[in-house]
């Protein structure tokens, strides 16, 4: 089974990230997680970016807050599908992130979840690696029924309490 390559700027984003690492784990999906920075470690950045493929990684994600470039920096670099989750850091909440991984200009795609998405984030990649691995598009089948009938449980105890 191919790996996911999970990437943070800084180790102040592992709080969020680690919801990433949590989600692959639960549908049995091997991982790395890294700590380079477009910014303060740009030459590790590349060279994990270069050599991903060949050492058997699928997808790459690559989260990062303020000015962040640490997704197009890695997408740059490999054909691997890249995943970036703007973190929410610094004065502005995240939409500085938000915007500087999403508008990627055109030939260098990154698929950009929501500020701090770090669960979807890995979802993706798993529906990624389900396009030809169907134990984990089984895996994915069932955590959606078991999310559905948590919520449905949700809407059960709800009704109970307000309609009468
Ligand atoms: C980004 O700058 C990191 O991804 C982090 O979200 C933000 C702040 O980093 P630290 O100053 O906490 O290391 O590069």
Redesign the pocket.
């Not at 943070?8 to 984003?13: L, N, P, R």
């Not at 989260?63 to 303020?66: I, L, R, S, Y």
């Given at each position: 089974m191919k790996k996911i390559a999970v990437i943070?700027?800084?180790?102040?984003?592992l709080p969020v990230v680690s919801k990433a690492a949590d989600t692959l784990k639960n549908l049995g999906i091997p991982f790395e997680m890294h700590v380079f920075?477009a910014?303060r470690t740009p030459e590790e950045a590349k060279e994990f970016s270069v050599n991903a493929r060949r050492n058997g990684f699928g997808a790459i994600i690559a989260?990062?807050?303020?000015a962040?470039h640490?997704a197009g920096a890695i997408a740059a670099n490999t054909t691997l599908p890249v995943i970036g989750i703007p973190?929410k850091?610094?004065n502005l909440g995240g939409i500085d992130a938000l915007l500087s991984t999403v508008q990627m200009p055109s030939g260098i795609p990154v698929a950009t979840v929501a500020v701090d998405g770090a669960v979807n984030a890995a979802l993706l990649c798993a529906e990624i690696l389900a396009v030809t691995d169907d134990e984990i598009a089984a895996k994915l089948d069932a955590k959606r029924a078991s999310d559905t009938a948590k919520v449905l449980e949700k809407n059960k105890a709800v009704e109970e309490q307000f309609n009468i």
């Open positions: 943070m700027g800084s180790d102040s984003d920075s910014h989260a990062a807050g303020m962040a640490l973190m850091s610094g």
